[in-house]
């Protein structure tokens, strides 16, 4: 039986490649964006194989109704893509707050919205896959990104959590952890606070680097066809790093994490009361080492 697989922001970037791949393999799309009129092209070539759907993913009432019309519908939605989301790039200072808010409620609580509104449907199935797309920046921050690293961040956390949640329901989770791709994430799609000149040394190499059209290594159509490859594996992985820059941060952040660790770990272990006994003793210690 073919797929049915819900694409959050797949008008453009990694989710218009997703798409796109999925359809030429045969597969149903719903493709959910905030312009559905950006994929009249797929819809002309694939007719009822895909079906735009209108969806904001910060407005929590739009994602229930838009999920709902997918399921009355279709019946059933086997595979979701929580890809929808947006750069923003400023230091801390000179982000407003509704440029930070704007953020969260995008790239993080869109997430929550799509996922807590799809996995009722998955659970009564009895099976499902969910990718969520993060980023390397889930993982590291970076100046100038803070309220999307807040938002990743975020991501991560309530994906590990949900994955364990629903791990015997049917249903896996896999968190996916791209660096830079060739899409518009780092152009159309991403804004720009005004600037302050003070923070040149850190921000300003991230704005010059971003705005000075340097191609990223990722090609985005690889990245669908790895991710194609996770959603038909048995036994999918938890975090799933897209790209060599991804990779080779991620090490590199380990190097740099183990060393602090070992560093300060005297300190760190000093804090226990006098009686304490391990929470890994615990029976429920086995929910934290899966």
Do not use: C
Request: hydrophobic share 40%.
């Amino acid at each position: 039986m073919e797929k049915v697989w819900l694409i959050t922001g797949s008008s453009r970037g990694l989710g218009r490649s997703l798409a796109e791949t999925v359809l030429s393999e045969g597969g149903i799309v719903i493709a959910a964006a905030r312009n559905p009129e950006n994929l009249k092209e797929l819809k002309d070539q694939y007719g009822d194989r895909i079906y735009p759907l209108e969806m904001d993913v910060s407005n929590q009432k739009e994602v229930e109704q838009g999920i709902e019309e997918a399921i009355q519908i279709f019946g059933r939605i086997d595979v979701l893509v929580n890809n929808a989301g947006y750069g923003f790039l400023g230091a801390v200072e000179e982000q407003s707050d509704q440029d930070i808010r704007n953020q969260i409620e995008t790239n993080l609580f869109g997430t929550i919205y799509v996922s807590k509104a799809v996995v009722p449907h998955m659970r009564k199935q009895g099976s499902g896959r969910i990718l969520q797309i993060s980023s390397i920046g889930g993982r590291r921050g970076v100046p100038g990104l803070s309220a999307y690293n807040a938002a990743k961040f975020g991501v991560e956390g309530f994906s590990e959590a949900l994955a364990q949640e629903v791990s015997s329901l049917g249903i896996h989770v896999t968190i996916v952890e791209p660096g830079g791709f060739r899409t518009d994430w780092a152009g159309s799609s991403m804004d720009f606070a005004p600037e302050i000149k003070e923070y040149g040394p850190s921000v300003g190499v991230m704005r010059k680097y971003m705005q000075n059209g340097t191609l990223p290594l990722g090609d985005p159509n690889k990245a669908a066809l790895a991710m194609m490859k996770v959603v038909e594996s048995e036994e999918p992985p938890l975090h799933l790093l897209l790209g060599s820059d991804a990779v080779r941060l991620f090490e590199q952040m380990g190097e740099t994490q183990r060393s602090e660790l070992e560093k300060w770990k005297v300190l760190s272990l000093s804090t226990d009361a006098d009686d304490a006994t391990s929470v890994f003793d615990s029976e429920a210690s086995k929910l934290f080492q899966k």
